[in-house]
């Protein structure tokens, strides 16, 4: 088996990461797990999924409430916008958003190890670009070695008191 490193569960709905960028995903409080394919081999070691991503969608069911993130070695970010069943590697997207590779503690990204996640909604809404509903804002904070804080906000840059999709700043 692998080691464990982050689990998240709430009201039956539950995920689990580890080493080898193993992702497992459970509908049924954990009598069963199914193995979710990961874009990535590096070890994970948190995961942020709010109470409000497990909804089971029997009585309530939120679209804006799929989202959850996962970090991991090699300063792996990846993040889930449909609880966790696919998951996309944002690694890449951060260090473009920063503009650089390096990080103002002199590191590179790809060399840390992030060790924690946490995610939450804000009152704000971001639009989608090309049509579509606002989504809720969510801001994300991520702690790793080496003194490492990355922040991602959303509507960091506004245009005309409105937050766009690809606004975001990390």
Known sequence: ???????????GMGLVVGRYGRILRTTDGGHTWENVPSP????????????????????????????A??????????????RGKTWEDISNDVISSLGTNLLRNGRRLNTITLRAVKHHKTEQQVQILGGGLPEAARVVLIVGDYNTILRYDPCAVMSEGVCYEQSFKW
């Open 1 to 11: 088996g692998y080691q464990v490193q982050g689990c998240r569960m709430v009201s």
């Open 40 to 67: 990535t081999s590096a070890h994970l070691h948190s995961i942020s999924m709010n109470e409000e991503n497990t909804h089971s969608g029997l009585e309530y069911y939120d679209p804006q409430e799929d989202t």
């Open 69 to 82: 993130w996962a970090v991991g070695e090699s300063g792996t970010i990846l993040k889930t916008k449909d």
